[in-house]
């Protein structure tokens, strides 16, 4: 296994991750919120969060099956993850509007 320091921040493992709880207003801090609740929206799904990634030019992958841990909820609805690029292989921003992965 390769240590941190080797392994390419291009690489998939590398990408952060976003829970549609990290941006469900329905949700508390308690509950897996991330964002303020004004500037969260209602109940989003992972393709959802997929699909306004991909629109703003962004490297994106959907996990179907993962689930967040403190998600109580089983139903399909609740389901997946996106793993986000943030920087490409020799460390430099993929976005530049997207310079870390707080948003606040």
Not at 6 to 32: H, M, V, W
Not at 33 to 38: H, M, S, T
Not at 67 to 89: I, T
């Amino acid at each position: 296994m390769a240590s941190a320091a080797a392994r390419s921040p291009a690489d998939q493992d590398r990408f952060i991750c976003i829970y549609p709880a990290y941006l469900n207003n329905k949700k508390t801090l308690a509950e897996g919120r991330r964002i303020p609740v004004n500037k969260a929206v209602e109940n989003p799904t992972a393709s959802e969060i997929q699909d306004v990634c991909l629109a703003v030019g962004l490297n994106v992958s959907l996990e179907k099956n993962k689930m967040y841990s403190r998600e109580w909820n089983r139903d399909a609805q609740y389901r997946g993850r996106v793993r986000v690029q943030l920087k490409q292989e020799d460390g430099s921003l993929c976005l530049v509007q997207f310079p870390s992965r707080h948003v606040c």
